[in-house]
């Protein structure tokens, strides 16, 4: 099966920089996905991981380790509407399913 | 472009009926995901459709059902309702994998 862990909730403050965890524990692994969620929205798609290293989208990067089985979502320059929940997720082989954390709650405060 | 698009987005149920959900994916998407998401349980898979086949299914009960039609466009549909099936269903479309999913607005079901 696939388990995944994230911090259940993450408080920063407008403009700094916050990093949210994800490990993972899988039966095979072919990459790793992050959501953004916002209260009454739907998951969109931030970042996908299929190899080692750095993904940068802007203010927004994403880490893969697959030796340590762990990623990390890193959010620069935090902004008020950053305020949402973060999903960590991995593919099964066949690409036709994801397993999902239980999300991180993000507060930026001002 | 348009993106996934799902219908009704909030609905109120009795116990005991049933329901049908329906999803119409990004225009040129042959793949089509059902979650459901819950405060308790969080996002979980429900099944996959590609080119009108489940592909996938997970681990839900057999009240819960679905299927693509030949424009891609999904529906599920949920029997038998209880008051544990109330929740958010989303549906996520993409073009094969589901590496880069896109999802819906979702539908909040609440059974009274």
């Known amino acids: 099966g696939q388990s995944l862990e994230q911090p259940s909730e993450v408080t920063a403050v407008e403009g700094a920089i916050v990093q949210i965890n994800c490990t993972y524990q899988?039966?095979?692994?072919?990459?790793l996905s992050w959501y953004q969620q916002h209260d009454g929205g739907a998951p969109t798609f931030l970042s996908y991981?299929?190899?080692?290293g750095l993904e940068e989208t802007g203010r927004f990067s994403s880490f893969l380790s697959r030796s340590d089985s762990y990623g990390y979502l890193l959010l620069q320059e935090l902004q008020m509407k950053d305020s949402a929940s973060y999903f960590c997720?991995?593919?099964?082989?066949?690409?036709?399913?994801?397993?999902f954390g239980g999300g991180t709650r993000l507060m930026v405060k001002p | 472009k348009a993106g996934v698009t799902q219908t009704p987005r909030y609905l109120i149920k009795t116990r005991g009926q049933q329901v049908t959900l329906s999803c119409s994916p990004i225009?040129?998407?042959?793949?089509v995901s059902w979650y459901q998401q819950t405060p308790g349980q969080g996002l979980q898979f429900l099944f996959e459709?590609?080119?009108?086949?489940?592909?996938n299914k997970g681990n839900f009960p057999g009240r819960f059902s679905g299927r693509q039609f030949s424009n891609s466009r999904s529906e599920m549909n949920v029997s038998t309702l209880e008051l544990g099936d109330s929740a958010l269903y989303l549906c996520?479309?993409?073009?094969?994998?589901?590496?880069?999913?896109?999802f819906g607005q979702g539908t909040r079901l609440t059974v009274v």
């Open positions: 459709y590609f080119s009108e086949t489940q592909r």
């Open positions: 996520a479309s993409s073009q094969d994998r589901a590496d880069e999913a896109f």
């Open positions: 899988t039966s095979g692994f072919y990459g």
């Open positions: 991981n299929g190899l080692d």
């Open positions: 225009s040129g998407h042959r793949s």
């Open positions: 997720a991995v593919p099964n082989n066949a690409g036709n399913m994801l397993t």
